[in-house]
């Protein structure tokens, strides 16, 4: 609880409602009203955490900047002409204990304009205008705000329970017991009405587990559990009945009231039981403002504008059929004849753009904005960092575990092809030919059986995704993230080091010593974990499964292709491929430390006409592979790990830079609000 705002309420009580077509009310009695009414709720407020949230984002339709806070533009390049505006000109505001309903038709403008609020837009949107929190410029982003998107990604092998209740730990603060935490999730659970389905696993394109509307609550719940100040909430009734959708957004409606969050959501089909539960609505259409202000009085600015809702429709559907041009059809404007939708949008627009409505609307963003209430803090997670690095390894741990996908059907096909190896290989024995058998063998296990690893990328892709949205919302860092993802791959990552490992390893006959063995392993198992961790740094470049499978599996070709087997060290192009892209190549150091383990200590008989009768191990390393000799087997192995930090360290760094450079670009893009209007 440490932002304290007091914040008087604005929303008339529905006796004190004002027609809209009524002579503006003077600011001074909007002031007194406010005042009297915020004393009402004088002591709530303080004890509270309040966040007034005026958005005002664009700038005017008609190009002059006529409010106190130059209102919402967002527009997209449409590769052709110029830019497509998606919103233009809107204005309003949300506040504390209410529950702000964005409606309009789809493709209206909803989720864009919460990703704009939210600081989410993509990097692909120019925003103009300004969205202030009690009056300051922050950035909602990683932490400050929650958001439930539109898509659901969970994590899909977990069930109901285990999904919450790890968030709950990674969220929620560590002076909280671990009974409390459960008791939380539990409590979120069956406010969400999924006691039911605790335990069924949320299931996804592979294997069907919750249905839609059962996931849009469990990803309601995950972001309801710490009690956000401020909550954003993309269609959250889509795919859920009516009685359903009800429930929720009274639960919603109750935390707002109860705990004085400010929530906004976007909503498709609201029951008339719904609608009602809202404070203020937001009805956009085509990017415009049709209508902002309370619900209660949405039915008299239609009915005065010759649009009554009949007697029989619920008022929520009969605005939505009112603003929706995407299907040919006349309207009845009272007793005024038809008119054409768009014609009765243009109508409503000006309208409300006339309206009383509006003018408080815009009073009331300037009222809050020179109040200037506390700053929204970030607050992320309040878990300390340890905790977050050890939920997150065994989170993922049971992920990889669960999913088939990940590492068994890795280690199916390892086994597989493992055998292959050790028949086609089989008892290699120790003649002159064995020589390049031998070297074949070992180039094909570090570069072939380490290749294999892009077949997790989609499971990665996966993580990703979920890593996202949680990171958005500021449930984990990034350092627990890699560390959590790093330490709960490596029991199966050494599984399918030791098991196919030792089939090939002992079908083929290399040398008998366990020791020489245990460096084959773990040489391999370095270089599995080299591979998933530059899949991991591809993913978070590339964050689209199939194009990152093409990027990693093009990466680590280039690098088998330099690795020294298939051309030798030193017949590679000097400037490039020798230096520097040799050494960079981990393929360099895996079949040198392979080849060291094996040849080392062995002798061959040696067929060349005119040498010696037999051939040593280190004479071929140095005189056939031409391996570098001035180092052992074991710095090779360590330059692997030491690489492996590397590639976790840029895949830390990488994720860190995107965050960091997103907004920068989305400033240095984002245009005054004259040129946008140019643009449109
Ligand atoms: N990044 C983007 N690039 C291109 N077009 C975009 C982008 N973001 C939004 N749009 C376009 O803007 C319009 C509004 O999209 P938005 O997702 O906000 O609509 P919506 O009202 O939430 O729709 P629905 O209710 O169907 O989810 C759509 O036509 C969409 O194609």
Redesign the pocket.
């Known amino acids: 609880m440490d932002s304290t705002v007091n914040v008087p309420r604005w929303t008339p009580k529905p006796s004190t409602v004002r027609s809209p077509l009524k002579k503006p009310t003077a600011r001074v009695d909007d002031e007194l009203e406010l005042q009297s009414m915020a004393s009402d709720e004088d002591d709530k407020s303080l004890s509270m955490d309040t966040v007034p949230f005026p958005f005002s984002t664009g700038f005017a339709i008609d190009g002059h900047d006529h409010h106190h806070h130059p209102p919402l533009d967002s527009s ?1 390049g449409d590769g052709k002409n110029g830019r ?1 505006v ?1 919103l233009q000109g809107l204005t309003g505001y949300a506040q504390p204990e209410d529950v702000l309903c964005v409606m ?10 919460l ?1 704009a609020l939210a600081g989410r ?2 990097s ?2 120019q925003q103009t205008g300004e969205i202030l929190i009690n009056g300051h410029k922050v950035t909602l982003a990683f932490g400050t705000s929650a958001y439930v998107t ?1 898509d659901d990604t969970l994590m899909t092998t977990l069930t109901v329970r285990e999904a919450v209740y790890y968030s709950a730990q990674l969220q929620l603060p560590d002076f909280m017991s671990i009974s409390e935490k459960k008791q939380r999730a539990e409590m979120t659970i069956r406010e969400m009405g999924l006691q039911d389905s605790v335990d069924t696993r949320i299931g996804g394109w592979s294997t069907k587990g919750l249905s839609g509307g059962q996931k849009r609550r469990v990803s309601i719940c995950i972001e309801i559990l710490t009690r956000p100040k401020l909550l954003f909430l ?2 959250p009734t889509s795919g859920l009945d009516s009685a359903a959708s009800y429930h929720v957004m009274k639960r919603i409606v109750r935390l707002a009231k109860r705990d004085g969050r400010t929530v906004i959501a ?1 909503i ?1 089909q609201p029951s008339s039981e719904v609608f009602e539960l809202f404070h203020n609505l937001c009805l ?1 259409s085509y990017g415009r403002t049709v209508y902002f202000g309370p619900v209660s009085i949405a039915e008299k600015f239609f009915s005065s504008n010759g649009f009554p809702c009949p007697s029989l429709r619920n008022p929520s559907d009969h605005y939505l059929r009112t603003i929706n041009k995407d299907f040919d059809g006349d309207l009845e404007q009272g007793l005024g004849g038809f008119i054409s939708t768009e014609e009765a949008i243009n109508v409503l627009v000006k309208s409300y753009e006339s309206s009383e409505i509006f003018q408080q609307v815009k009073q009331q963003v300037a009222y809050i904005c020179e109040k200037k209430g506390k700053i929204l803090e970030k607050k992320g997670s309040q878990a300390s960092f340890i905790t977050q690095c050890i939920v997150l390894t065994k989170r993922s741990f049971v992920n990889m575990c669960r999913d088939l996908g990940y590492y068994w059907l890795r280690l199916a096909i390892y086994i597989a092809l493992c055998l292959c190896v050790g028949t086609i290989f089989h008892d290699i024995g120790f003649t002159y030919g064995s020589i390049q058998a031998r070297g074949s063998m070992l180039m094909f296990v570090a570069a072939f059986l380490t290749f294999m690893a892009i077949g997790g990328f989609p499971s990665f892709v996966e993580d990703m995704k979920i890593f996202e949205r949680e990171r958005l919302n500021g449930h984990y860092g990034v350092g627990a993230f890699v560390v959590g993802n790093t330490f709960s791959s490596i029991p199966y990552l050494l599984i399918i080091s030791l098991v196919p490992g030792a089939i090939a390893y002992y079908l083929v006959g290399l040398q008998k010593s366990f020791q020489h063995f245990a460096y084959f392993a773990l040489l391999l198992f370095a270089c599995m974990m080299l591979v998933e961790s530059l899949m991991m740094t591809v993913a978070s470049i590339v964050p689209d499964f199939l194009m990152g499978i093409i990027t990693g599996a093009g990466i680590q070709g280039v690098m088998m292709l330099n690795g020294g087997f298939f051309r030798l060290p030193d017949d590679l192009p000097k400037p490039f491929w020798r230096y520097p892209m040799y050494y960079i190549a981990f393929h360099k150091y895996a079949n040198q430390g392979f080849y060291k383990n094996e040849f080392e200590g062995l002798t061959f008989p040696n067929n060349q006409v005119g040498g010696s009768p037999t051939i040593t191990g280190e004479e071929i390393l140095r005189n056939i592979w031409q391996v570098e000799m001035s180092y052992s087997k074991w710095i090779d192995i360590a330059i692997l790990f030491g690489m492996v930090v590397l590639y976790r360290l840029m895949f830390l760094g990488i994720i860190k830079i995107i965050e960091k450079v997103k907004p920068i670009i989305k400033v240095v893009t984002s245009v005054p609000p004259t040129q946008v209007q140019t643009d449109t």
């Not at 309009?104 to 304009?113: E, F, N, Q, V, Y």
């Open positions: 997209v497509r998606i309009g038709p789809s493709g209206c403008g909803k989720s864009t304009l990703d837009l993509s692909n949107t539109q993309d269609e976007s498709h956009l």
